[in-house]
């Protein structure tokens, strides 16, 4: 198929951009790496009279150490937040995730802030920005404001960026943590059927803080509250595995092409069970 008609605009200034999104809303979508909008404009899965291609605007490709946080600029290409020594020192978590998005073709030209923006349920990099408690920094004609992960994603494609905003930079705190993440998918570089990330903090051999998210059934990355379960805990592979049952029956996905929902529960439960534990083997003695 081919897309529908559309305005393009390329802007060469952020205020160019807020002004083009303030005056069109609704209406305009912003292309970055285009790895997911493309494809949506092709099948007619979106349709906007005006496309605002970023790609001209400088200032916005970036990574940097900030405050105990990593700050990645919108425009930061996947490939590269792979490739970078402050993302492998700082957010190991992002590191062991970063392969497992799309291929390495469409890692070249996507952007992590464009992932982020896009809010997909089954792409890892909204499900590890929301392990990291991150933060994302939008911008509009009215200002720039803050939005905590955890607010950020609302449900299928959708988060909590206003029409006229611009999703300007990441912000991926150091948790200083242990961390695993685990994936299932028919095929790699295809959709996950689920995925799960830990996120532990341990001392004097017991858990002191831990975060669990899931990925794939759900309509947006979700904290589970299984992971509540692990704090003061050693974790033990019955443990572990117990978090994972615990997980795996807080989600209700419903049957796909791909798998039965009974099927998708059981991956969670398993990965879930194999991000702990791998998670807490890491943890420092």
Not at 117 to 145: C, I, N, Q, Y
Not at 196 to 203: E, F, N, T
Request: net charge negative; with cysteine; charged share 25%.
């Amino acid at each position: 198929m081919k897309p529908p008609r559309f305005e393009y605009v390329r802007p060469e200034s952020v205020e160019e951009a807020l002004a083009v999104l303030a005056e069109h809303g609704d209406d305009a979508k912003v292309l970055a790496g285009g790895q997911s909008l493309v494809p949506m404009l092709n099948m007619r899965l979106a349709s906007p009279g005006v496309v605002v291609d970023v790609n001209r605007i400088p200032d916005l490709d970036g990574i940097a150490e900030v405050d105990g946080a990593v700050r990645a600029g919108a425009l930061v290409r996947q490939a590269a937040f792979e490739r970078s020594d402050v993302v492998r020192r700082r957010l190991p978590l992002v590191a062991e995730c970063l392969p497992h998005v799309g291929h390495f073709v469409t890692r070249n030209r996507g952007t992590v802030g464009g992932s982020i923006a896009h809010g997909d349920a089954k792409a890892e990099l909204p499900l590890t920005f929301l392990a990291h408690g991150g933060t994302a920094v939008v911008r509009s004609a009215r200002g720039e404001r803050t939005i905590p992960a955890e607010e950020l994603f609302v449900t299928h494609y959708t988060t909590s960026l206003e029409p006229d905003e611009l999703l300007v930079a990441t912000l991926w705190p150091d948790r200083g943590a242990a961390v695993a993440f685990e994936e299932f998918a028919l095929r790699a570089g295809d959709y996950a059927l689920a995925m799960a990330a830990c996120v532990l903090g341990a001392q004097d051999r017991r858990v002191t803080h831990a975060i669990v998210t899931v990925g794939g059934p759900h309509d947006r990355p979700s904290v589970m509250k299984a992971g509540d379960h692990l704090i003061g805990q050693e974790v033990s592979p019955s443990l572990a595995r117990e978090i994972g049952q615990a997980a795996r029956a807080e989600v209700d996905p419903a049957d796909s092409l791909h798998a039965s929902a009974a099927y998708q529960r059981h991956l969670v439960g398993l990965l879930v069970e194999r991000a702990v534990l791998r998670a807490w083997r890491s943890a420092p003695a």
